[in-house]
């Protein structure tokens, strides 16, 4: 039987545009100039501490990083934590998933207040039998270690997963975990998606979780 990992921002919900409101003013705060666009597509998925470097222009301390993605996350849950909800259909395929015997976990980049806002105030958590986050890895997508660990907490093999994933890092990690994978097209549109290189994984390639591609899953 299947097993069922989920990345949380951007697939269980569609929350980036607030995220991306938090990081424009932290760089215009650090008087940073970047391509939003470019910037946004190759940090979906990373933890801060792989971020902050690359957008800061070298090494820097971890007191620092800390510092900094503090105040970026804070801004975010200000932003984000009255309007959180789930993405259009996926409460009714998670009790699909859960009705079905499916085994289901949560394997995602955000900080543990950031999986709080989301899992604990939706009331989620209990509905997983693993959630894994930055605090419980050393790398960040696209590494596979965010799915393998997801995978290990299930007692699934990789080949048996299928990981819901929204940004490249995170379809690119489920490639190097041999995991199938279906793309919610928030982070990325379809043509986007389709200019992607090693795709050959991804099974679907969905808007929201009403699609009826899903229900082949279940078979």
Not at 36 to 52: M, Q, V
Not at 114 to 121: F, K, P, Q, R, Y
């Amino acid at each position: 039987m299947r097993a069922f990992i989920f990345d949380m921002d951007g697939t269980v919900v569609d929350n980036m545009a607030f995220h991306q409101l938090a990081w424009d003013a932290m760089l215009t705060d650090l008087g940073l100039s970047v391509d939003r666009d470019e910037f946004f597509a190759w940090s979906a998925g990373l933890t801060n501490a792989e971020i902050l470097p690359r957008l800061l222009g070298g090494p820097v301390s971890d007191e620092l990083v800390a510092h900094h993605a503090a105040r970026k996350e804070a801004h975010y849950r200000e932003l984000y934590a009255p309007k959180a909800q789930t993405m259009r259909g996926f409460d009714a395929f998670l009790q699909q998933l859960m009705d079905g015997g499916h085994q289901r976990a949560i394997g995602t980049a955000a900080p543990p207040a950031n999986i709080e806002i989301v899992l604990d105030a939706l009331k989620l958590r209990e509905r997983f039998h693993a959630v894994v986050g930055a605090a419980d890895v050393k790398r960040g997508k696209p590494d596979p270690e965010i799915f393998l660990t997801a995978a290990a907490r299930l007692g699934a093999e990789p080949a048996n997963c299928v990981v819901f994933e929204d940004a490249p890092a995170g379809i690119e990690a489920a490639r190097r975990a041999g995991m199938a994978c279906v793309v919610v097209a928030t982070t990325l549109s379809r043509g986007q998606f389709a200019a992607l290189p090693d795709t050959e994984h991804v099974l679907h390639v969905i808007d929201d979780f009403t699609d009826p591609a899903l229900q082949t899953l279940l078979a």
